[in-house]
């Protein structure tokens, strides 16, 4: 069975950084575009950003210019670094392929002084 374990959330100050890992069990990683997902308390879960099997990345124009996504399939683990962090990135960040498959726990992130 296909699993996704992230990484790397915590409590960080607005204005700073986190970098998400997520390793994908099971089938190579490299298969598969993949994607970052969040959701926040009380609302739906959303994309925040997705990459190609040939590398390319897109974020919705929600999402531009300060999330990186990325991937090492090698390692069969997806990254995300996250910069210039704002209050309303809280959430619970999930990874997971595309079309989505079983979700993880995800990895929550508070953004908050």
């Known amino acids: 069975q296909v699993q996704f374990v992230e990484s790397g959330g915590g409590l960080v100050q607005p204005g700073g950084s986190l970098r998400l890992s997520c390793v994908r069990s099971?089938?190579?990683?490299?298969?598969?575009?993949v994607g970052w997902y969040r959701q926040a308390p009380g609302k739906q879960r959303e994309v925040v950003a997705t990459?190609?099997?040939?590398?390319?990345?897109f974020y919705p124009d929600s999402m531009k210019g300060r999330f990186t996504i990325s991937r090492d399939n090698v390692k069969n683990t997806m990254y995300m670094k996250m910069n210039s962090l704002k209050p309303e990135d809280t959430a619970v960040y999930y990874c997971?392929?595309?079309?989505?498959?079983?979700w993880g726990q995800g990895t929550p992130v508070t953004v908050s002084s």
């Open positions: 997971n392929q595309i079309p989505a498959t079983n």
């Open positions: 099971g089938r190579p990683l490299s298969l598969y575009s």
């Open positions: 990459i190609s099997r040939g590398g390319y990345a």
